[in-house]
């Protein structure tokens, strides 16, 4: 079984503090590049893989969907989505995307945000997820980048002239992390970008965009924190079909 680190109080706690927690999709600043690789969602039936509150869910609703499932191990996280919720046309459900199964051609849309770096191997799942979508079905998700998620110390490095440069090492050294935020502990995996897309492509999918996402200047400008993920992707952002 993964993991269940989002039911660990004081990360599940810490979490909630995230601008992405409290604001939603408008507080994650990379929702306008994802929304950009969505396809027609009127009519469509969609899965969110890690669903956490459910704010894709009813994204997705707003948006057109028929149905939409949300799937997260969490049983902390899915109490939360399901008091936002107030939508017959969303369900919840518990799932461990390490093992999970679904039913061949019953989707139009999978889609999972930052959620991918916590399995050990993608290919069970994206086997998976691409006999479950219709032919022409897409998947569209996210996952932290190899190059924030490579060091085996997760951090800044400051030279003498205070210029700060982000760790990359390891870089080719792929398989677990230990990451320390919200929580000790936190166990995630890193491969590198052209593992991802290969494994992808193995699985039979089209590649038809890769974003390894920073901020433009009127996000920064709006919001300075955000310079630093200008550095360094901190994310990448992939679209496939079927």
């Known amino acids: 079984m993964s993991q269940n680190i989002y039911d660990n109080q004081a990360f599940f706690d810490g979490y909630a503090q995230l601008p992405r927690s409290q604001f939603g999709l408008e ?13 027609d969602l009127t009519g469509k039936r969609v899965i969110d893989l890690g669903c956490g509150y459910g704010w894709f869910c009813r994204a997705a609703r707003a948006a057109g969907a028929a149905e939409v499932t949300g799937v997260d ?4 996280m899915l109490a ?7 939508d017959s ?4 459900q518990t799932g461990d995307l390490g093992n999970l199964t679904l ?40 996952t932290e ?6 060091p085996v110390r ?18 080719q050294h792929e398989g677990q992390r230990i990451s320390n935020w919200l929580a000790d502990g936190v166990i995630k995996y890193h491969r590198t970008l052209g593992t991802t897309l ?45």
């Open 27 to 39: 507080g994650a600043p990379e929702w306008a590049a994802i929304q950009a690789m969505l396809p």
């Open 73 to 76: 191990l969490s049983e902390k």
């Open 80 to 86: 939360r989505a399901r008091e936002l919720t107030h």
């Open 89 to 92: 046309g969303i369900r919840y």
């Open 103 to 142: 039913p061949s051609q019953a989707y139009d849309l999978v889609y999972s945000s930052l959620t991918l770096h916590y399995l050990p191997d993608l290919a069970p799942l994206l086997a998976t997820i691409f006999q479950a979508l219709q032919p022409g079905g897409w998947l569209v998700f996210t």
């Open 145 to 150: 980048h190899p190059i924030y998620t490579c």
């Open 154 to 171: 997760q951090g800044w490095l400051t030279d003498g002239e205070g210029q700060r440069s982000w760790a990359v090492n390891n870089y």
């Open 198 to 242: 290969n494994a992808l492509m193995a699985a039979g999918f089209t590649l038809r965009c890769v974003n390894e996402w920073g901020p433009d200047a009127e996000q920064i400008a709006s919001t300075p924190a955000l310079a630093e993920e200008a550095e360094r992707p901190m994310m990448v952002l992939i679209s496939a079909q079927r």
